[in-house]
């Protein structure tokens, strides 16, 4: 209850803060329209993020988080994957859309986010490993399940701003543009609307982690 309670604290800050945002913009300029196309495909992402990156975890165990072949995945940056994915890109099929978005995205995020679970998941010498394959699995699907809500409620605000890089670099409208220029042009409500939103989907994660407790 008192994690709880701190977290919407927090999130109630930084609704007052979008709301009460200070100074305005440089030049005249009004919220732009959000990318109701984009939303669809940034769906699909987290979908498959939040399935894969658990999978891959759940699979490899602790042990994935020292592998280096996953380790050198990671590490390129987000605009390394863009550059590559354009380079790739046949001239034929035009420009890159939303599918080519979403694929550079999954290339960025995924070996890292496999990662992050892989080292938040306890040793498993001797035990459970002792108990045979079974009782592994088992263990690590529990534990899995208990990292799940917390994961995704400190990841998601990451996923959006890294989306950034990817939407600018593959001239894409989507949802971390859309966010970064409400906060040029000091768009409060639309500011407030990404916070309660962003707020929602935590505490949707806090209520799956006390069902799966």
């Known amino acids: 209850m008192r994690d709880l309670v701190q977290g919407l604290a927090v999130w109630a800050l930084g609704l007052a ?3 009460g945002l200070p100074g305005f913009a440089w030049k005249a300029a009004s919220p732009p329209v959000f990318p109701w196309g984009a939303l669809g495909p940034a769906c699909l992402a987290v979908a498959l993020l939040s399935g894969l990156a658990p999978m891959l975890a759940w699979i490899g165990g602790p042990g994935l988080a020292d592998r280096r072949s996953l380790a050198l995945l990671e590490a390129p940056p987000d605009l ?5 994915l354009l380079a790739l890109w046949p001239n034929q099929w035009g420009p890159p859309g939303l599918g080519a978005w979403l694929a550079a995205f ?12 892989a080292q938040a998941m306890p040793g498993e010498h001797p035990f459970p490993l002792a108990w045979g394959q079974a009782a592994t699995r088992r263990m690590r699907r529990l534990v899995l399940l208990r990292l799940w809500g917390r994961w995704m409620a400190a990841r998601l605000p990451i996923w959006l701003t890294a989306t950034l890089v990817l939407e600018r670099v593959l001239g894409v409208p989507g949802l971390g543009t859309d966010w970064m220029t409400r906060v040029a042009v000091r768009d409060r409500t639309g500011l407030a609307l990404w916070i309660l939103v962003l707020a929602l989907l935590w505490g949707l994660s806090r209520f799956w982690e006390r069902e799966t407790a």
Do not use: H, S
Not at 106 to 117: F, I, V
């Open 17 to 19: 803060l979008a709301l």
């Open 80 to 84: 390394l994957w863009a550059g590559l």
């Open 106 to 117: 999954l290339a960025a995020a995924l070996p890292g986010e496999a990662r992050w679970l």
